[in-house]
Nanobody, 124 residues
Framework: QVQLVESGGGLVQTGDSLRLSCAAS????????FGWFRQAPGKEREFVAA????????YYRSFVKGRFTISRDNAKNTVDLQMNSLKPEDTAVYYC?????????????????WGQGTQVTVSS
């Protein structure tokens, strides 16, 4: 079992930055790939970014590429999502997810564990 706890969400203005963090516990952190997903009101959960077990491979949805950066610290058991140049359309609950494996995973039902989510609101 892996427990995931997200933090760092909040209310910001267009163009601002936020750094989300996901703290993991329960199993060997480096055995897991991680992803960030988001869900806006009335919309389905969507993939945002993913990182492999070692952190040397990352993948982003096109709408965040160049603005968001996913990273991990295997010594601290954390996965971060640095979000820059935020837009109102980035408003959503952001979820961290973990999947045992060595690859990149972009589909939500591939993931085994989920955090409770953290709210990000970007005002115009």
């Amino acid at each position: 079992q892996v427990q995931l706890v997200e933090s760092g969400g909040g209310l910001v203005q267009t163009g601002d930055s936020l750094r989300l963090s996901c703290a993991a516990s329960g199993r060997t952190f480096s055995n897991y790939a991680f992803g960030w997903f988001r869900q806006a009101p009335g919309k389905e959960r969507e993939f945002v970014a993913a990182i492999n077990w070692s952190g040397d491979i990352t993948y982003y949805r096109s709408f965040v590429k160049g603005r968001f950066t996913i990273s991990r610290d295997n010594a601290k058991n954390t996965v971060d999502l640095q979000m820059n140049s935020l837009k109102p359309e980035d408003t959503a609950v952001y979820y961290c997810a973990a999947k045992g494996g060595t690859y990149i995973y972009t589909v939500s039902n591939e993931y085994d564990y989920w955090g409770q989510g953290t709210q990000v609101t970007v005002s115009s």
